[in-house]
């Protein structure tokens, strides 16, 4: 189930998961990504303190702590930006919400959590989304998109694009 799964345009409502209020880290890029399209985001970061978490905000310590329908959203998809050991306790708690899609970024990419993932039935992809998940129908499409995405990686920083 590797490679490029995904197209995120059916993917409504996403999590991601890592240290998500340091601008400098990954996870903060991604979300930044996810929300610029437009999508739902519950950011879930397991270096906040408890005391800072906020609902209102979709801000959470622990995965778990999300609420589930109906007093929360139902989350289509989750991008692991984590230590795998933190990705292989948030894949448990997909596979109990029934949630299929899972973006592993480089470092949470594990192969523990990847075969966890398997083992799950969770479709995965491994590698920066924000460089790597674009579907493109066409070669002219594709070189704009290439140059959005070069712009992307340099104004953000994302080190992905470097691995």
């Not at 490029?4 to 059916?10: A, D, E, R, Y």
């Not at 739902?40 to 778990?64: G, M």
């Not at 692991?80 to 997909?94: A, D, S």
């Not at 990419?109 to 493109?136: F, N, P, R, T």
Request: glycine residues 8%; hydrophobic residues 35%; negative net charge.
């Amino acid at each position: 189930m590797s490679g490029p799964i995904l197209s995120l345009q059916g993917l409504h409502t996403w999590a991601v998961v890592g240290d998500i209020l340091n601008p400098t880290k990954p996870a903060s890029s991604v979300a930044s990504s996810i929300e610029s399209q437009g999508k739902i985001l519950y950011r879930v970061s397991p270096t906040l303190d408890v005391k800072d978490a906020s609902p209102k905000k979709r801000l959470y310590k622990k995965f778990a702590d999300i609420p589930h329908p109906p007093e929360g959203l139902t989350i289509d998809a989750v991008n692991l930006c984590c230590n795998y050991r933190i990705g292989i306790v948030v894949l448990e708690e997909m596979k109990k919400r029934g949630i299929k899609y899972c973006f592993f970024q480089p470092g949470a990419d594990h192969e523990d959590a990847v075969s966890k993932a398997e083992e799950l039935g969770i479709a995965y992809q491994c590698g920066c989304m924000i460089v790597e998940s674009l579907v493109v129908p066409n070669e002219e499409e594709r070189v704009v998109l290439e140059e959005k995405k070069k712009g992307f990686v340099e104004e953000s920083g994302c080190a992905c694009a470097f691995m």
